[in-house]
């Protein structure tokens, strides 16, 4: 373990660490583009040089491993010169675009010239090198000018998802990042490097002038659209998801999402959500109790999905309980075939978050024997809901009542006697367990019940503050399903209250073995391992 | 677009001679050239099922270096030395002659199609300056009127 | 002087480059000699007691660059010939691909030998149409005579040699981005550590030697360490060819000693200036070197008084320049060169050479400005030392030379808003 000095501090790293890694470790700031803890190791942009006892020149840390005694310097008056002079030259091709450029206000270089640079440009403007702006693909645009070579780009389609459809082309000042002529970028996981870009030279398309980023907020959640739960930040304006991206989370998808998922956000403020409900719990009450009066219990039916959060599916046992449901059936949902890709990052053919919560609260059941019911109640929750099982058609078919818990409209809406417009991802708070048994949080940062900008009528326009739709027009009825579902539990005399999704996890973790000794606080932002036995 | 069999042959006994198959880009590139006569998209994708490479990598190498033949390049591509030791020797004025005797500037092509015109960087043959290349020919100690005569022969040959 | 030619002995013969001749002339005994003479370890140490340079530009100990090589290994070794002479000025390891082809040869398997390699691959630039040819023909011959192959010499050996064309880039001349070039790639030079003699070429241990470096092993395993130090200085050992162009009498190639005052090679061995002009200034070894002033002339040509001046000996091939010539006019064209062969990589070089080049391009055309002519200075303070290889110090330490010892010149552009050698 050689013991290195960092600015004249002692400090112990591990054999092969490299200076910048040392330095990060350390909460030692060193400004770099090139860099990514995700990718290999390139050296090309010369923000991180720092001075080193034993070299002459000024090293890139990202790329100089520490030896046994050497010292660092990060900064000295030659480093600072250094970080300097790069920011210069950086800023002679580099057109100063902010006031157009989509990646102000999280751009690496905006960031790097507050802190480091100063004087004024130098420059002409007529000695810049114009570089095209172009489609590369169905989901990002570049902006050639901004490019500054760094290739992290190139070493993520090279060495992340293997599909190695980007490249540098020409030479010197006309180096930029590009696509083959022949094969666009249609990477499954091709957004990824708009996010790792370290300026504004690769634009997703979908984000594209959507919203100033100062103005938003962004919320830590997790991605519904697999198995495999990616963990992502929800970047919201005016009660709305502007977009999603992917956090850390080195267990289970590190740095990356997949564009699928990363656009799957959409439904969120579509005008198809269901926003008017019918019926109440009373009425849903007395309909199931009178029907399973005249039939009997087994003529009832229960539908969850694995869209549904753990502490739904709890609830949803407890109604069922309450009325002596027994038949409980699981609507799964896939999307294709499982992709792994270069690296191991997997898109999951499991489309759904929280297959193994439904297996932990109902075991592994899935369609009923007959159809034979009399009535019926699914909780769904499945945005893009492409083919209704043929078993759940003819259940609905033959039945006489049908309340459905639902946020889009689709083809199970038509049939609902009762309707509960229920809650997205991103509007209420609950777990998902993913495909490994790692119990994970969604977390609220909207309302369900406000409408959305689109609902907005012409005329009232001008920027509008979170509580700026309030006065516009009255809440719909979208609700998290937790509360629904408690109110139907409160009209069966078997809750009294409603309280928070926090409060029924810890119910949950009383009465569930595989959730025992577990709180949200224990959960928090990356998630933690449970046993999980698949024949419960 | 492909190779024959006798060219894949060729380029077998290539990639034999390294370690990694891509390691033969360059020399497959050649011989993409030798072939088809310029290096075009379809090619590069070619060349690039060849090695188990992606087309964008292929791109990126192709871009990189300038010797290889662009498509719509003329059937002889004028190659003009304009560094320092040559510069010196007024290669420039060679230049100008060339660029007016053909009606084109540097980069672009008689509209036969016959003669592309290019300055390029030291082709390490200074005691002979100016020197050029046409194809793969050498040409050293030129003057205007060598010049002359040179691409007058070239167009006769037609 | 008259010295005795060594590398060039047989160039001016018609048949010099095939094998009939070379077999009739002593060729291959020398790498016969060291294979049955020395072990391995004893023939570095016989090339590193002669101080014998690298003849590249960089004049790096050779002896030393093998004694880097790991000797236990599981990995292939290579040898890497860098044929890819771009240098502006340089002709030189032309002359010995084109005319004495089988010297290289014989230079190669002598450091394969030494260093245990079985691998060879000669880099040699795309535009060498010609020499590629005559190298191959002349492989073709040595792998005919079982002086290459399986068992070369008889002696069961292994060694191949791949002539691999590069494709138009002067940068793959440096050492690492040839690597990236012969793997298949954009000619990208690599950070060092990790250096080529521990991982290059593949990930495995790597010798790059320069041509001219390679020729001159046959000599020093046929006569010997002490032999070879006899020729030279001290510290710049051995024969060197030199190189003459520009607006000199007569340019062309010169094997002398290294050590050699750069005014004897000029007005002695190169006739003087060009219609006896005045000289105004020389480039002593590629444009990657600073310029010097016709009063510098009498330095002599070897690696440390040429450093010692503020320049550098590269490939000592000289670029002379008479009065006539603009200073602001010539400086535009190197750095015109560099820009255009920057490889982009890394952001001080990728900018400031371009960035270089359109401001004395300014200055040149009249458009330029008192500023400009320190912030030239400047911009290449902030290149030098500060990049993955040193093509940003080839271009902005000879740009300070310039704007430092021709600054009048400079200031005179701007002043009178053109170019005074215009007129």
């Known amino acids: ?536 | 677009m492909k190779f024959n069999d006798t060219v894949l042959k060729e380029l077998e006994t290539i990639t034999s001679r390294y370690p990694k198959k891509e390691a033969a880009l360059l020399p497959a590139l050649y011989l993409l050239e030798r072939e088809f006569g310029t290096i075009s998209n379809e090619g590069m994708e070619y060349v690039a099922s060849l090695l188990d490479i992606s087309p964008a990598k292929v791109f990126g190498v192709f871009t990189f270096y300038t010797y290889y033949r662009r498509p719509g390049t003329g059937k002889y591509l004028i190659q003009l030395c304009s560094t320092l030791p040559c510069a010196l020797r007024k290669s420039e004025f060679l230049f100008d002659h060339i660029s007016k005797k053909l009606g084109i500037k540097n980069g672009e092509t008689t509209p036969d199609k016959m003669f592309t015109l290019k300055k390029v960087e030291c082709l390490g043959a200074c005691d002979r300056a100016p020197f050029l290349q046409i194809n793969e020919d050498d040409f050293e100690h030129m003057t205007p009127e060598k010049v002359n005569f040179l691409l007058d022969e070239l167009r006769k040959k037609q | ?423």
């Open chain 1, 1 to 536: 373990m050689p013991k290195i000095k960092i600015n004249g501090k002692d400090i112990e790293v591990q054999e092969g660490t490299k200076i910048l890694e040392a330095c990060l470790k350390n909460n030692i700031p060193v400004p770099y583009y090139c860099y990514h803890p995700g990718l290999s190791i390139a050296g090309n942009c010369r923000m991180c040089l720092v001075k080193v006892s034993t070299s002459k020149k000024l090293e890139a840390s990202c790329a100089f491993p520490c030896s046994e005694g050497m010292a660092i310097e990060t900064e000295c008056q030659e480093v600072q010169a250094a970080r300097k002079s790069v920011l210069e030259f950086m800023l002679v091709n580099h057109p100063i675009d902010c006031p157009i450029c989509d990646k102000a206000g999280e751009c690496l270089l905006q960031d790097y010239t507050y802190q480091y640079r100063e004087g004024l440009s130098r420059v002409k403007k007529e000695d810049k090198v114009i570089r095209d702006t172009k489609d590369l693909g169905p989901t990002i645009k570049i902006w050639g000018n901004r490019c500054i070579s760094c290739t992290r780009c190139v070493r993520f389609c090279e060495e992340i998802s293997g599909s190695a459809q980007l490249t540098i082309v020409n030479r010197g000042d006309h180096s930029v990042a590009d696509v083959a002529p022949t094969v666009e970028l249609d990477d499954p996981l091709s957004l990824n490097t708009v996010d790792i870009c370290p300026v504004g030279a690769l634009i997703s398309k979908d984000f594209l002038y959507q919203s100033r980023v100062w103005y938003t907020a962004a919320t830590e959640s997790i991605c519904p659209s697999c198995s495999q739960g990616c963990n992502i930040k929800v970047t919201v304006l005016n009660n709305e998801v502007k977009r999603l991206e992917p956090r850390l989370n080195a267990d289970v998808n590190q740095y990356w999402m997949c564009d699928e998922g990363r656009l799957n956000y959409k439904y969120i403020s579509s005008p198809k959500r269901l926003r008017t409900g019918k019926g109440t719990a009373r009425d849903f009450v007395r309909e199931a109790r009178s029907r399973i009066q005249k039939y009997g219990k087994t003529s009832f039916l229960g539908v969850a999905s694995t869209y549904n959060t753990n502490e739904e599916l709890y609830l949803f046992k407890k109604t069922m309980n309450a009325l002596g449901i027994e038949n409980i059936s699981i609507f799964r949902h896939t999307r294709g075939e499982k992709r792994v890709f270069k690296n191991g990052f997997t898109i999951e053919a499991d489309g759904s978050p929280n297959t193994r919560g439904a297996e932990i609260v109902f075991g592994k059941g899935s369609e009923p024997e007959s159809s034979d019911f009399k009535g019926i109640f699914v909780m769904n929750g499945i945005p893009n809901i492409t083919e209704i099982p043929e078993w759940l058609k003819k259940t609905i078919a033959m039945c006489e009542y049908v309340a459905l818990m639902d946020i889009m409209q689709n083809q199970l809406t038509e049939w609902a006697h009762a309707l509960f417009p229920g809650a997205a991802f991103v509007e209420k708070e609950g777990t998902f367990v993913n495909r490994d048994g790692r119990i994970q949080r969604i977390r609220k940062c909207l309302d369900a019940s406000y409408p959305v900008q689109a609902e907005i009528e012409e005329g009232k326009s001008g920027l509008l503050t979170k509580q700026g739709t309030k006065e516009l027009s009255s809440p719909k009825g979208a609700r998290p399903e937790i509360e629904i579902l408690q109110e139907i539990l409160i009209e069966l005399k078997v809750r009294e209250r409603i309280i928070s999704a926090e409060g029924i996890f810890k119910e949950m973790s009383s009465e569930i073995d595989v959730f025992r000794g577990l709180d949200y606080g224990k959960v928090e932002t990356q998630g933690i391992m449970i046993e999980t036995q698949t024949n419960i």
């Open chain 3, 1 to 423: 002087m008259n010295f005795e030619p060594i590398l060039t002995e047989y160039v001016k013969h018609q048949n010099s480059h095939t094998m009939d001749f070379y077999l009739s002339h002593d060729g291959y005994k020398s790498a016969q000699k060291a294979i049955q003479n020395f072990k391995p370890d004893e023939l570095i140490e016989e090339v590193k007691k002669s101080g014998l340079r690298g003849r590249g530009g960089a004049g790096f100990s050779c002896g030393m660059k093998w004694g880097f090589v790991p000797k236990i290994t599981t990995k292939p070794k290579y040898l890497v010939c860098n044929a890819d002479e771009s240098e502006p000025g340089t002709f030189k390891d032309r002359l010995i691909i084109e005319k004495d082809p089988h010297q290289l040869i014989e230079g190669i398997i002598i450091a394969c030998f030494a260093v245990q390699i079985h691998t060879c691959y000669i880099y040699i630039r795309g535009e060498f149409v010609n020499g590629a040819h005559i190298l191959q023909k002349a492989i073709n011959e040595a792998y005919e005579r079982h002086f290459l192959g399986d068992s070369i010499f008889g002696t069961g050996y292994k060694l191949d040699i791949t002539i691999h064309r590069g494709a138009g880039a002067y940068i793959c001349g440096e050492e690492t981005a040839l690597l990236s070039s012969l793997e298949g790639g954009r000619g990208y030079p690599k950070i060092k550590p990790p250096f080529p003699a521990i991982e290059g070429l593949f990930g495995c241990p790597t010798v790059v030697n320069n041509v001219e470096t390679l020729a001159n092993l046959p000599h020093i395993a046929l006569h010997g360490a002490d032999w070879y130090k006899n020729i030279g200085t001290e510290n710049s050992t051995g024969p060197k060819i030199f190189g003459l162009s520009g607006h000199v009498k007569k340019p062309g190639l010169y094997e002398l000693p290294l050590g050699i005052s750069l005014r004897t090679l000029i007005y002695e061995y190169g006739g003087g200036v060009l219609d006896d002009k005045n000289l105004k200034a020389v480039i002593p070894g590629g444009s990657s070197c600073p310029v010097l002033t016709a009063h510098e002339i009498d330095t002599k040509m070897d690696f440390d008084s040429l450093i010692a001046i503020g320049s550098m000996l590269g490939t000592a091939s000289a670029i002379v320049m008479d009065t006539s010539t603009c200073m602001v006019d010539a400086l535009w064209n190197v750095l015109r060169f560099y820009a255009h062969e920057s490889c982009g990589q890394c952001t001080p070089c990728r900018e400031g050479t371009g960035w270089l080049a359109k401001i004395v391009g300014r200055i040149e055309k009249g458009d330029g400005t008192k500023n400009d002519l320190s912030l030239i200075t400047e911009i290449a303070n902030n290149m030098v030392g500060r990049t993955i290889c040193v093509l940003a110090d080839a271009a902005a330490m000879p740009a300070r030379s310039y704007v430092q010892k021709f600054y009048s010149e400079f200031e005179e552009h701007v002043q009178m808003k053109g170019c005074p050698f215009k007129k």
